[in-house]
């Protein structure tokens, strides 16, 4: 039975090749665009090199001073000051890693000019992310102490920087008029995670501005590491009882605001849909589950569409079968079945095409230093969805079929 | 074997209501070849559509081998029809899809029959009608005659009692026509099949036991051409 479905959906499929073009088309369009984008998403959230310790880590990536009276607010980063006091004496952590945001600076190589993006961090950096040392090591407290001018830099700014050397521990590399020491070299980190990328990393004490500074904003990160995913909670109520008892720096504001969030929730916080009420994680699996709904729906009615037209083209097979014993629901689900070999289909080739686009995107190193997966998860989930998809664009005009008369269905041709 | 008791069947429209059939009482036998003549219109084919279940009286009674059906739901009515009933159509109605074996398995199908009891005997049936050299072909390959009998084929793959052919010789020529009528009378005389078959060719009904006349649905005349049973 199921083998005669296969021959009838294939001979229908290659007999309409243009519909069945656009069919595949559209599912499988679908489904390259949900997978890569997934696999962006996956990327962008998940464990990565050198953020691997993200499920049992909170992020400190803003402060807020609320006024009630005018109902002003003031959003920024920390000062290295507020996450040195309030947040390295934090019991529940057991490594803070503290760094500012990357900012451009300026090298010369043989005249030509050389961005590079560089980042302060104190010495817990290098044991919450584990970066992979390919020569050298990170500073250590005492160099930090000391306010020695070393650095470690990125696999690619040694390669842009000292051309083919094959080590650079203990050269000098200069950015902005300021010389550093090479301490070590590590593996470069994609622009995507702007926490721990840079080019060039050196210690906070070195800033030019200073970080002694009794202000609580300024231009720093926090990232508290617990010693378990399950103290997790804990570290977040620690945190938020320091802060309650913080009071603003401006005589303007009444109210501190800092939340410690994982690290998606840090993103989104910062967006527009985020507040210091809510992270907007909840909006924000709203807007996508609608998105998908919309971007889903699209191929569904095509596909809908085409199949009414393509079963009431074949209304003479339909009067045949049921003549000769086919009850309407049987052919209900020979119609679903032959659907859902579409849909199937299509979903094998938005497969093929996604692994084929990223596979070039990995090649190509299109975002530099990011490698891309298809995640496996996505993978069933989107399977899932092709076979929800094959049953709705199949159940309607398999059902509007079935209620055609023998009479009229023999008639019509 | 079909008893039909007082078959009206009415089309409504909007502003008008049109009888196709009148009060129609008729027995066919089994084992009986009966042929259904008729002008265009009078209503022949849906008393034959309506014989085989396709469609359903809007007065009366149909009964078929003793048992009512009028009351049956879609699933019963298609294994009914499929159990008992093979249908032969004017325009061969061949599913150009499949090829020729596919075509004649199809009634078996929606039994539970395996795959190759299934090709068994779609070859067996493909071998009366004489076309067993052409199981591979599509339809479309095929002359207007031998479509008609990869029908036939199809037809009388799952022996049924009952073939219900609806003017199976009108789509081609003489000779073929006569090749199928030959054909349906093997079959009558062999195996005991009851036909019905709806034409607008006397000299084919003329070869059939027993000759019905319809004018605007209702019977004018009940000749029996041949005495079967005796």
């Known amino acids: 039975m199921l083998k005669n479905y296969f021959k009838i959906a294939i001979a229908v499929l290659k007999r309409r090749k243009f519909f069945t073009f656009i069919s595949l088309f559209g599912i499988s369009f679908t489904l390259t665009i949900l997978i890569v984008a997934t696999a962006f998403i996956d990327n962008a959230t998940s464990d990565n090199y050198p953020e691997v310790n993200r499920d049992r880590s909170l992020y400190i990536t803003s402060v807020q001073e609320k006024g009630l009276k005018n109902h002003s607010q003031m959003n920024s980063p920390a000062s290295f000051y507020y996450l040195d006091r309030y947040v390295s004496t934090l019991k529940t952590p057991v490594k803070v890693a503290i760094s500012s945001f990357y900012a451009v600076t300026n090298a010369y190589i043989n005249n030509k000019r050389l961005a590079i993006n560089l980042k302060y961090t104190n010495d817990e950096f290098w044991d919450v992310f584990q970066y992979k040392f390919i020569e050298g090591k990170p500073y250590t407290l005492q160099q930090i102490n000391n306010g020695e001018h070393v650095a470690v830099i990125s696999e690619d700014t040694k390669r842009d920087y000292f051309g083919d050397l094959p080590t650079v521990v203990g050269k000098y590399i200069e950015a902005d008029n300021v010389q550093y020491r090479v301490a070590g070299v590590v593996k470069s980190v994609p622009v995507t995670m702007p926490l721990s990328y840079a080019d060039l990393y050196v210690p906070y004490t070195v800033s030019k501005t200073d970080y002694r500074q009794k202000t609580l904003m300024g231009n720093y990160t926090a990232v508290m590491m617990a010693a378990t995913k399950a103290d997790v909670p804990k570290m977040k109520e620690e945190y938020a009882a320091i802060v309650a008892k913080i009071k603003p720096d401006d005589k303007e504001y009444d109210e501190f605001i800092s939340i410690a969030d994982t690290y998606v929730a840090s993103f989104i916080r910062n967006s527009p849909l985020g507040s210091s009420d809510e992270s907007g994680i909840s909006k924000l699996v709203m807007a996508a589950s609608i998105f998908l709904l919309f971007f889903m729906l699209l191929p569904t009615l095509n596909l809908v569409n085409i199949n009414i037209s393509r079963i009431m083209e074949r209304s003479s097979e339909i009067g045949v079968r049921k003549a000769f014993g086919a009850s309407s629901s049987t052919l209900v689900g020979q119609f679903i079945v032959e659907n859902l070999i579409l849909t199937f289909l299509g979903c094998i080739i938005g497969i093929i095409i996604s692994f084929i686009i990223l596979q070039l995107m990995n090649n190509t190193n299109m975002i530099a230093n990011m490698h891309l997966t298809i995640n496996g998860t996505v993978l069933l989930y989107s399977m899932a969805a092709c076979i929800i998809f094959g049953l709705i664009s199949g159940v309607y005009p398999a059902w509007r079929m079935s209620r055609l008369q023998v009479v009229t269905a023999l008639k019509s041709q | ?230």
Request: positive net charge; contains cysteine.
């Open chain 2, 1 to 230: 074997m079909i008893q039909l008791k007082q078959i009206e069947k009415s089309y409504r429209t909007d502003t008008i209501e049109t009888l196709a059939l009148n009060r129609i009482n008729l027995s066919v036998f089994q084992g009986e070849f009966l042929s259904i003549m008729g002008p265009s219109g009078c209503g022949k084919s849906t008393l034959l559509n309506i014989m085989g279940l396709l469609d359903a009286p809007t007065k009366g009674e149909v009964l078929i081998d003793g048992r009512l059906t009028t009351h049956l739901s879609d699933k019963q009515l298609a294994h009914f029809r499929n159990q008992t009933i093979g249908f032969i159509f004017q325009s061969f109605h061949l599913i150009n899809d499949l090829r020729v074996l596919d075509n004649v398995e199809l009634p078996l199908l929606y039994r539970k029959v395996s795959a190759s009891e299934r090709v068994q005997l779609a070859k067996e049936a493909l071998t009366k009608v004489g076309l067993s050299n052409r199981m591979k072909h599509f339809p479309s390959q095929l002359s207007g005659g031998q479509k008609q009998r990869v029908a036939i084929a199809r037809a009388i793959v799952g022996r049924p009692q009952i073939i219900l052919a609806d003017e199976p010789t009108g789509n081609l020529d003489s000779a073929m026509g006569n090749e199928i009528m030959d054909l349906l009378l093997h079959l009558n005389a062999t195996e005991g099949t009851t036909i019905v078959m709806v034409t607008h060719d006397e000299t084919m009904a003329k070869k059939t036991h027993r000759l019905v006349r319809l004018f605007d649905g209702a019977q004018v005349n009940d000749h029996t051409l041949k005495q079967v049973y005796a």
